[in-house]
T-cell receptor, first 111, second 113 residues
Framework: GQQLNQSPQSMFIQEGEDVSMNCTSS?????WLWYKQDPGEGPVLLIA?????ELTSNGRLTAQFGITRKDSFLNISASIPSDVGIYFC???????????FGKGTKLTVNP | EPEVTQTPSHQVTQMGQEVILRCVPI?????FYWYRQILGQKVEFLVS????????KSEIFDDQFSVERPDGSNFTLKIRSTKLEDSAMYFC???????????FGSGTRLTVV
């Protein structure tokens, strides 16, 4: 089946630092999504990307849909303690409703 | 903000028993989904449901699983004879269009003993 390779697996940063994580795949996706999951909760949608090359921001978060449609990155600027959590990328193939998730990036922010 | 509601939040069941996980999707949404997440692993697609029928399912969604929309507001996932490996968080999600990012519920933690 389709696989998304998400990296890094975990990050330990100081408050105020910028963060970058990315996902790559051998498959072409029509949609890329970035979710955040807090412990014991469901994934919460952060940013949705629908067109190759699209660059979208949501506050301190910026994500891009790669030109090849096989990758995406998420940047978080000026991190704060509440950014702690697991960030998942997810892709949606053309003609399919299902989301294929990456394995997640666990972010720890030290105050 | 509208949300997807799941009950119960935690269910413990004996192996071989049937369980029904319940979800109330966002009221004007038309597409419904179940995903699961085994502890510490990624979220995996189980099934999508639209217009009162399954529109897509994964290889995980075998004959032991079924979904139903018994009325205008609930969406259920039934596991007929639970196995130890069914222990996971089960997330319901809904969306108003198939292509757009959906809204997930907070999940039901199923523990099979």
């Amino acid at each position: 089946g389709q696989q998304l390779n998400q990296s890094p697996q975990s990050m330990f940063i100081q408050e105020g630092e910028d963060v970058s994580m990315n996902c790559t795949s051998s498959s072409i996706f029509n949609t890329w999504l970035w979710y955040k999951q807090d412990p014991g909760e469901g994934p919460v949608l952060l940013i949705a990307l629908y067109k190759a090359g699209e660059l979208t921001s949501n506050g301190r978060l910026t994500a891009q849909f790669g030109i090849t449609r096989k990758d995406s990155f998420l940047n978080i600027s000026a991190s704060i303690p509440s950014d702690v959590g697991i960030y998942f990328c997810a892709g949606q193939l053309g003609g399919s409703e299902k989301l294929v998730f990456g394995k997640g990036t666990k972010l720890t922010v030290n105050p | 903000e509208p949300e997807v509601t799941q009950t119960p939040s935690h269910q413990v069941t004996q192996m071989g028993q049937e369980v029904i996980l319940r979800c109330v999707p966002i009221s004007n949404h038309l597409y419904f989904y179940w995903y699961r997440q085994i502890l510490g692993q990624k979220v995996e697609f189980l099934v999508s449901f639209y217009n009162n029928e399954i529109s897509e399912k994964s290889e995980i969604f075998d004959d032991q699983f079924s979904v139903e929309r018994p009325d205008g507001s609930n969406f259920t996932l039934k596991i007929r004879s639970t196995k130890l490996e069914d222990s996971a968080m089960y997330f319901c999600a809904s969306s108003d269009q198939a292509r757009y990012g959906y809204t997930f519920g907070s999940g039901t933690r199923l523990t099979v003993v």
